[in-house]
């Protein structure tokens, strides 16, 4: 017979984004909450570049200190025609510009935390089978139980299972990249530094890892090129690598495992429907060129916060949940079309508008009042 459990906010996603959800949830309302997913994750190979305000809701969690950060002080972006563009951070404000971290650790840490709570319930290994809602409650149908809440939250990922079964308008295009990831040991340091070039086949990444001679890529290339490089030996990718990244860190001694995967843009066109809210790579998908795809998730997390805590006191929640929606529907859209942009105009073939846009490129590297707005807008 089937469990049956009533609660306040029912999350569909154990994922870092439902996790720290979860986490703040708790400590900034009082608020019943139920966890579901339907497996444990394994993050072992993925890394996130983070900014400011993802540190600071770590931190209010308290997972912060005992982490293995990989702060980097330096980003520099160039392209295979010379242009380049630099940041740096203010050492008068004794912040790097972002850190990398391991997702895996994250993940531990924020679970670690939840199964300490006196107000959130984790319930691992179930997988969702049905959605109902009337006026007053949404009620979420498992293979094992019956979850009744007053609202629903989907965290579950690009391919989210809540989005599809509800049938929440989506739009989506294929960035016609695959990206290629694996973790590096480097003959030379990192110096403390993102790196990017924008190559021929698309855009190298290299995130400083806390080994300062190692890194983890995110090479985003056409699907053709990608197989191709998937399919080569470690010696014979390791050689297409030092090319590609024009010998900035000597040799590339050692490369670990591969894993691909495509890219789209996804980006709903509702992020409210009754008591279901979609928050997270479950309403978006960016391409990961700027790294930015859990600080969007963040930045929905605490619009999100921020309703909840005033439904908690006002009991008006269509208006709150829809204050979200704008907000961070305005918001994501304006990251998806300038990451849009700038794939586009470092695809652009032409002779005479690249050395146009290169142009371009070397004006605002020596424009401290544009870097300094950009580098705030990317870091916080």
Not at 86 to 94: I, K, M, P, R
């Amino acid at each position: 017979m089937n469990k049956s459990y009533t609660t306040d906010i029912i999350i569909v996603g154990a994922g870092i984004v439902g996790l720290t959800l979860a986490c703040l949830l708790e400590k900034k309302t009082n608020y019943r909450v139920i966890l579901v997913d339907r497996e444990q994750r394994l993050l072992r190979h993925r890394v996130s570049a983070i900014n400011t305000l993802t540190t600071s809701l770590w931190k209010t969690i308290g997972i912060w200190k005992n982490m293995d950060l990989s702060p980097y002080e330096h980003v520099r972006v160039w392209d295979h025609c010379g242009a380049s563009l630099g940041f740096d951070a203010e050492y008068s404000e004794n912040e790097p510009l972002g850190w990398v971290v391991q997702d895996q650790q994250v993940h531990d840490a924020l679970l670690l935390t939840l199964h300490n709570s006196s107000t959130v319930r984790l319930l691992l290994g179930e997988d969702g089978v049905e959605i109902l809602q009337d006026t007053e409650q949404v009620h979420l149908k498992t293979q094992e139980t019956f979850i009744h809440g007053r609202y629903l939250i989907a965290c579950d990922g690009s391919c989210s299972w809540v989005r599809e079964h509800l049938s929440f308008p989506l739009m989506q295009w294929s960035y016609e990249h695959t990206a290629i990831t694996a973790h590096v040991i480097l003959e030379k340091s990192h110096c403390q530094t993102a790196w990017q070039n924008f190559t021929q086949h698309g855009p190298l990444a290299f995130l400083p890892l806390s080994d300062t001679h190692q890194a983890s890529i995110v090479w985003s290339t056409s699907p053709e090129y990608a197989t191709a490089l998937y399919a080569l030996d470690e010696d014979a990718f390791i050689k297409e690598l030092l090319f590609a990244s024009e010998g900035r860190f000597g040799k590339i001694l050692r490369i670990g495992p591969r894993y691909t995967f495509p890219l789209m843009m996804r980006h709903v066109n509702q992020y409210v429907k009754d008591r279901v809210i979609l928050c997270g790579d479950a309403a978006h998908t960016v391409h990961p060129l700027a790294g930015q795809g859990l600080n969007l998730a963040m930045h929905d997390i605490v619009e999100l916060l921020d309703a909840f805590v005033l439904i908690e006191k006002n009991h008006h929640h269509r208006r709150f949940l829809r204050y979200y929606e704008r907000s961070r529907k305005t918001a994501n859209w304006e990251m998806i079309a300038l990451l849009e942009c700038i794939k586009r105009l470092y695809e652009v073939k032409c002779p005479e508008t690249k050395v146009l846009i290169n142009k371009a490129v070397v004006c605002l590297d020596s424009s401290r009042v544009i870097k300094s707005l950009i580098k705030k807008w990317i870091t916080t």
